[in-house]
Nanobody, 123 residues
Framework: QVQLVESGGGLVQAGGSLRLSCSAS????????LGWFRQAPGKEREFVAG????????YVADSVKGRFTIFRENAKNTMYLQMNSLKPEDTAVYLC????????????????WGQGTQVTVSS
């Protein structure tokens, strides 16, 4: 059974940084593209970033480009989202998901969602 578990969220002041982690089990990690999504109250789920199976290619949404970096360590079955220069509008529940196809730059085919981790950015 595929399981993804997010961690690393919390409360941070605007301009601060957080690093989120997504740990996976029950799958051959390197066979999956991975993605980070976020959902704020009253808003649609947003695709934030995605990374290819090997980690050599990545996508980052325009809304976070230059501030967020996605990377993965296949040997540790873990993906990360480094978030810098956080803004109040980044406040959301952040979720990770896996895609058995090597599709990482569009929000299609992702599943096996984690439970999410809350990120709150105060102004």
């Amino acid at each position: 059974q595929v399981q993804l578990v997010e961690s690393g969220g919390g409360l941070v002041q605007a301009g601060g940084s957080l690093r989120l982690s997504c740990s996976a089990s029950g799958l051959t990690f390197s066979n999956y593209a991975l993605g980070w999504f976020r959902q704020a109250p009253g808003k649609e789920r947003e695709f934030v970033a995605g990374i290819s199976r090997g980690g050599g290619s990545a996508y980052v949404a325009d809304s976070v480009k230059g501030r967020f970096t996605i990377f993965r360590e296949n040997a540790k079955n873990t993906m990360y989202l480094q978030m810098n220069s956080l803004k109040p509008e980044d406040t959301a529940v952040y979720l990770c998901a896996a895609n058995p196809r090597n599709v990482y730059n569009i929000p299609v085919g992702f599943g096996s969602w984690g439970q999410g981790t809350q990120v709150t950015v105060s102004s």
